[in-house]
C-alpha cells in the first residue's frame, strides 16, 4: 500500500490536500466538519416527512446534508460516477454505524437495494445502492435481499430533472417479483440520494403491496 501510494498519492475528496498516516478516505479535518444530518436520532426528519407525504413509513435516515455549493457534493460523485467504492463503503459504514444505535431500525428484517435497470448496471460496472446495502447489512445484522424489486423499465439519469419529471421518469419502472417473500416483514429500502423522494416513493409503493409490510429508508445523503 505504501509503495502505492509513491506513484499514486491518496488525496481528501473534499479538500484535496494529501492524506497522512492514520488518516483513511478523507482527512481528519474534514471528517471533523462532515455534515451530519443525525437523522438516525430525529423522528419526524425532514426525509420522513417528505416521504410520508407518498407513502406509508416507519422511520428514515441520511447520513449527511447535500447542499448544491458544498464541497461534500463531490464525495457523493466520485463514488457514484467515478467508481470509488470504498469512499462509498468508508461513508455506508458510518451510516450504519448510527443506524445500530437508534431504535429506530433495530426491527428491520430485510434491507433492500433500489435496483438499476440492467443496462445502466451493465454501463456503470455495478449499483450504488447494492454497495451502500452491503455495508448496511454487515453493520445492522441484516440479511440483504436482491432481486425481488427488480427496474423493469428503463429512464434516463434523474439528476438534473424538476420533481414532475423525476415522478414521470420513475412511475411504473419498478416491480416486485414474489411479494410473500416480504409479508409481513419491516423493509429497509436503501438509496444513494433522496431528493424529492420519487425514486423512493415508487419503489415503496411495490413493497407495500405485500401484506403486512413495513417501510423504512436509508440514503447516505439528504438534499436541501
Known sequence: MGFLNLFFPQVCPVCGVLLVGGESHICLRCLSDLPLSYFWSWRDNPAEVLIRERIELVAAASLIFYRRESRWRSVIHKFKYSSQLSLGRYLSKILGRRMAESLAFCG???????????????????????????VLSAELGKPLVEGVLVRSRYSSTQTTKDKSSRQRGVKGAFSLREPHRFTGMHILLVDDVLTTGATIEACGLEILKADGVRLSVATLAFVE
Open 108 to 134: 428491520v428484517d430485510l434491507i433492500v437495494p433500489v435496483p438499476l435497470h440492467p443496462i445502466k448496471r451493465w454501463m456503470r460496472g455495478f449499483n450504488q445502492a447494492s454497495v451502500i446495502a452491503e
